[in-house]
């Protein structure tokens, strides 16, 4: 395990305390008073509310070897008992009694006594989608877009169906891919796809990380679990395959491998793959299957991130690269099973062409 210098340690107790207040003034309205927060060597726990010292725990073994969007999720967690303890005064209620997870449903924090932050188990769904997806890698190019298109209208009615029941749904978030100073214009064409045809509501979300000192941004997607699986896949399937054309892309041209053009032609990439989707859509449409959303997620999803602001960005100016990169990436069919090793690991807490 790499172990974090004394000036690391401190940079991630600033964070944590960032963190801390950050969620304070979102999700509890500043109505709690800042505890001492320390890094725990204590294996058992990943956390801990100390109403004694008023201090919250926070495992370093977590800290060093998970995500932050796993510490920050068990920091939510500790709060929410420091604020049962302290503003409801609650204090003869066992620790993860009905007041405390009744606090947690309502404000979207995994009330779960014990166990790493983590995503909820897939949905057979997935097995059905990973099949046709499986299909969709055949050399017949016109069986191959078939399956395509057979795996996105399954995914598109079992989701109508589930949106229509009568029953309660689970929903839980990942993070995808590592931290990133700088977001490309590629990824954030991904998020939107992701975002508008795979259920899965997507957000940037501001990271730390502990072993370099720096803070980061990282892509957090919400649904139920097949959602969650099948948007994880899309977005590694489709990082994977842009870089994969580019290098292509270059070697037939004998270009160097410049940082610029290459950020061109991957939006191209996934501009050109995002106008597939599109157009399978409206053929869709005219089927009478149309996603309209999914209220509850949208709950799920603000009562995660109650404070939301939107910005707008400029886009890649049209060179030939992107030309060429946007007519790649219409041909791309999207194949390989669903739910083989996944690209996040643990419970996050609530959960070629």
Not at 100 to 122: M, Q, Y
Not at 140 to 147: G, L
Not at 279 to 289: G, I, N, P, T, V
Not at 300 to 313: D, K, L, N, Q
Request: hydrophobic share 40%; glycine share 10%.
């Amino acid at each position: 395990m790499d172990a974090l210098t004394a000036e690391l340690e401190a940079a991630c107790l600033r964070a944590l305390s960032a963190a801390w207040h950050d969620v304070n003034h979102g999700r509890f309205r500043g109505q709690l008073s800042p505890p001492a927060l320390e890094l725990s060597t204590a294996g058992s726990r990943l956390g801990r509310w100390d109403p004694a010292t008023r201090t919250i725990q926070i495992a370093r073994a977590l800290v060093v070897g998970g995500t932050w969007g796993q510490v920050v999720e068990v920091l939510k967690h500790e709060m929410v008992h420091q604020f049962v303890w302290e503003v409801l005064g609650a204090r003869d209620e066992a620790p993860h009694g009905p007041i405390f997870r009744g606090l947690c449903e309502k404000l979207g924090i995994d009330g779960a006594a014990s166990g790493l932050p983590a995503g909820e188990a897939a949905d057979r769904v997935v097995e059905r989608v990973g099949k046709l997806l499986a299909l969709a890698g055949s050399t017949n190019e016109h069986e191959a877009r078939a399956a395509m298109a057979a795996a996105q209208r399954l995914m598109l009615k079992h989701n109508l169906e589930t949106v229509a029941g009568a029953g309660p749904r689970r929903y839980g978030f990942r993070h995808l891919g590592p931290p990133s100073a700088r977001i490309s214009e590629a990824e954030r064409i991904l998020a939107g796809v992701l975002a508008a045809h795979f259920f899965v509501e997507c957000i940037w979300v501001p990271v730390w990380r502990p072993l370099e000192g720096k803070r980061g941004t990282v892509l957090e997607i919400a649904g139920t679990p097949e959602n969650l699986e099948l948007a994880e896949h899309v977005h590694a399937f489709l990082l994977a395959t842009a870089e994969r054309l580019w290098q292509e892309h270059r070697r037939r041209r004998w270009m160097r491998d410049r940082d610029r053009e290459r950020r061109a032609y991957q939006a191209g990439v996934l501009t050109g793959f995002r106008e597939t989707l599109e157009r399978q859509a409206a053929q869709q449409a005219r089927e009478a299957l149309v996603w309209v959303g999914d209220a509850d997620l949208t709950t799920y999803h603000r009562a995660r991130h109650p404070r939301v602001r939107s910005v707008t960005y400029s886009s890649t100016s049209r060179t030939d690269h992107h030309s060429a990169g946007r007519a790649a990436g219409r041909d791309i069919v999207l194949c390989k099973p669903v739910g083989g090793p996944a690209t996040t690991r643990g419970r996050l807490l609530g959960s070629g062409t």
